[in-house]
């Protein structure tokens, strides 16, 4: 009776474990494009989930971990292309900046002579209720065909 106790509850919590959705609310889109002087900008675009917001790379120390940005494993500073909403936070208690439904950032970066070029944005999303740790998402380029 006992084995098939510690079976089945072992049988359920497996099934239980498997059978979690995991939340991805915050798709990343990368693009690069090369000017006509050579230079290259790349394009950064987060469609959110309804419900879900992303936090500016400006946001208050205090509050969410911001949106940060690294290319060639350096940190930088991605101009948002889209306008930043401004309001308390209630999970935070902190007056933030963060985007819904879409956020667009860009980098312009000099031709570096090299043939690929990556880097990666770190970000938080909360949708007012719970928050989700930091994600990574990398991107990764190839210059020259």
């Given at each position: 009776?006992?084995?098939t106790f510690i079976i089945i509850f072992m049988a359920f919590s497996f099934f239980k474990v498997f059978s979690q959705k995991i939340v991805s609310p915050v798709k990343w889109n990368f693009e690069i494009v090369?000017?006509?002087?050579?230079?290259?900008?790349?394009?950064?675009?987060?469609?959110?989930?309804?419900?879900?917001?992303?936090?500016s790379q400006f946001t208050s120390d205090e509050g969410p971990i911001p949106t940060s940005f690294s290319?060639?494993?350096?940190?930088?500073?991605?101009?948002?292309?889209?306008?930043?909403?401004?309001?308390?936070?209630?999970?935070?208690?902190v007056e933030v900046l963060?985007?819904?439904?879409?956020?667009?950032?860009?980098?312009?970066l000099p031709d570096i002579g090299q043939d690929h070029i990556s880097g990666y944005?770190?970000?938080m999303t909360c949708d007012g209720a719970r928050c989700l740790p930091p994600v990574k998402a990398e991107f990764n380029f190839n210059l020259r065909n």
């Open positions: 009776m006992r084995t090369q000017g006509l002087d050579h230079n290259y900008k790349i394009l950064a675009t987060a469609t959110i989930d309804k419900g879900w917001v992303l936090y290319v060639q494993n350096e940190d930088v500073t991605f101009v948002e292309d889209t306008e930043v909403i401004k309001e308390m936070d209630e999970v935070f208690e963060k985007f819904k439904k879409e956020a667009k950032f860009s980098y312009s944005v770190v970000y």
